[in-house]
């Protein structure tokens, strides 16, 4: 069997399960979502106006004043709960084929943005943060989705939904429940059955809005389904 043969069966035989929409670029979030991505909110001066900004968690205290890239930034107090009359909303931005997350503290119409830092670094930082361990081997790249991909064995033709086992619905019906939650989603499988030693092998891609796996139900949820499927 040439290339061309194996690709054009596995490409008509690959099941896809989608949910439709847009994937999601902006969600609300709590307080303690600053905490679990490892960030303290600040308020104090950005160059001179009084402003909030996040650092590294525990890194720094009242009365530090201290560069980076170029500005000045002076900390009057670490805060621990959001300001008053003021929401924290997070979204995706794309810049030159790569993904930013940027955080806001929005009232009213008006924003500030707090925190504009490498998407895919802050998801593994914080994915190994909280032992989410499937979610680190699976991922793959970072738009506004997510490409989680789990791979194993040898490739061949894939099975039919009717010859699927059980652990391969399980993880298919799992992981429509957190697409759901999600808003978005968009799974490809092709599982090949078992090699000789009874192993499954199987290739699935499962794409995810980048800002939901920043909710850590969302995430646990999704590492929790990834870990089941082998």
């Not at 490892?38 to 530090?64: C, M, N, P, Q």
């Not at 059955?193 to 796996?213: C, H, M, Q, Y």
């Not at 999704?222 to 870990?227: C, F, P």
């Amino acid at each position: 069997m040439t290339i061309t043969e194996l690709r054009e069966i596995q490409a008509l035989n690959t099941l896809v399960f989608e949910t439709l929409g847009q994937p999601e670029k902006e969600r609300e979030f709590k307080f303690k979502s600053l905490k679990r991505w490892g960030l303290d909110l600040i308020a104090g001066k950005k160059d001179g106006k009084a402003t909030f900004f996040v650092s590294e968690y525990g890194k720094r205290k009242a009365g530090d004043i201290y560069d980076e890239e170029g500005i000045q930034y002076e900390v009057t107090e670490i805060l621990y709960e959001i300001p008053k009359n003021k929401k924290l909303f997070a979204h995706i931005e794309m810049e030159n084929g790569r993904a930013y997350l940027v955080g806001e503290l929005r009232e009213n119409d008006k924003n500030i943005e707090i925190l504009r830092l490498p998407a895919a670094s802050m998801l593994l930082a914080y994915f190994k943060k909280h032992r989410l361990h499937h979610l680190i081997e699976a991922l793959r790249n970072v738009g506004t989705a997510t490409e989680l991909v789990k791979q194993r064995g040898q490739e061949g033709k894939p099975y039919s939904f009717e010859q699927l086992p059980n652990v391969a619905r399980r993880f298919l019906r799992e992981a429509k429940k957190v697409e759901k939650e999600a808003g978005f989603g968009r799974v490809a499988l092709a599982y090949f059955g078992e090699n000789k030693d009874g192993d499954p092998r199987f290739r699935v891609s499962w794409l995810l809005p980048t800002i939901a796996l920043f909710e850590i139900d969302i995430a646990e949820k999704a590492d929790k389904i990834l870990a089941a499927f082998k």
